[in-house]
């Protein structure tokens, strides 16, 4: 059973950065992707970014530049740098992994305003 457990959301100003990190358990974690999805209020949720098990990186059009994916496979941590935040990357940042099953973490609220 896998268990995925984000952190690191909070309230930033347009223009600032934050780091998620996501934690994995029960699974061989270095040999499946992981990624983050965002949902904003009344919206789908939505592909963020992904990385391979060989690190191989995969951008949504709308954060690419800007933000950063990146995993700790000893670790079992997945990481997401943001910089250059903006009001529309307001969202419920969730953390996900490709094994047998695709798996959800339960999510970190990113608010982005002045």
């Known amino acids: 059973q896998v268990q995925l457990v984000e952190s690191g959301g909070g309230l930033v100003q347009p223009g600032g950065s934050l780091r998620l990190s996501c934690a994995a358990s029960g699974s061989i974690f270095s040999i499946y992707s992981v990624g983050w999805y965002r949902q904003a209020p009344g919206k789908p949720r939505e592909h963020v970014a992904t990385?391979?098990?060989?690190?191989?990186?995969n951008y949504a059009a709308s954060v690419k530049a800007r933000f950063t994916i990146s995993r700790d496979n000893a670790k079992k941590m997945v990481y997401l740098q943001m910089n250059s935040l903006k009001p529309e990357d307001t969202a419920v940042y969730y953390c996900?992994?490709?094994?047998?099953?695709?798996?959800w973490g339960q999510g970190t609220q990113v608010t982005v305003s002045s």
């Open positions: 990385i391979t098990r060989t690190t191989t990186t």
């Open positions: 996900t992994l490709w094994g047998d099953n695709q798996y």
